[in-house]
């Protein structure tokens, strides 16, 4: 299971980024907690770090059924490619929240592969 867990590390690693992020937008924008609104470029910050979690719950659990049932290998690098297009929903999301639309396509269409592969693949040892 080493490629499901560097893939989890990395998509880990990414989210204590995007944590980071908002506590130092926190400081650059003055937006004080609890608050999450006020200032635009803060909230789009924010919104990458909260949206990140929200597609965690769906991608771990995934990717650990993919990687166990069906192949590491292939889960290790589609958990890659889906931390990769976390970074790209975040970068373009930061510049235009409008415009995230690839970034959040690839996360979820990844997301969605992991988890109809893992279901299969568990199935299939099931029987």
């Not at 204590?16 to 924008?29: C, G, I, L, P, S």
């Not at 889960?75 to 931390?83: E, K, N, V």
């Not at 396509?105 to 299939?124: D, E, M, Q």
């Amino acid at each position: 299971m080493r490629f499901t867990v560097l893939a989890t590390f990395a998509a880990l690693i990414t989210y204590v980024w995007f944590m980071v992020k908002v506590a130092r937008a926190r400081k650059q924008f003055g937006v004080e907690a609890p608050k999450v609104s006020g200032n635009a470029n803060f909230e789009r910050i924010f919104r990458v770090q909260q949206n990140t979690v929200e597609q965690l719950v769906l991608f771990l659990p995934s990717l650990w059924l993919f990687g166990y049932y069906t192949s590491d290998a292939l889960a290790g690098l589609l958990g890659l490619c889906w931390t990769a297009a976390r970074v790209l929903y975040a970068s373009e999301y930061y510049a235009d929240a409008r415009k995230r639309g690839p970034g959040a396509a690839l996360t979820t269409l990844i997301g969605i592969v992991l988890l109809v592969g893992g279901t299969i693949g568990a199935l299939l040892k099931m029987s």
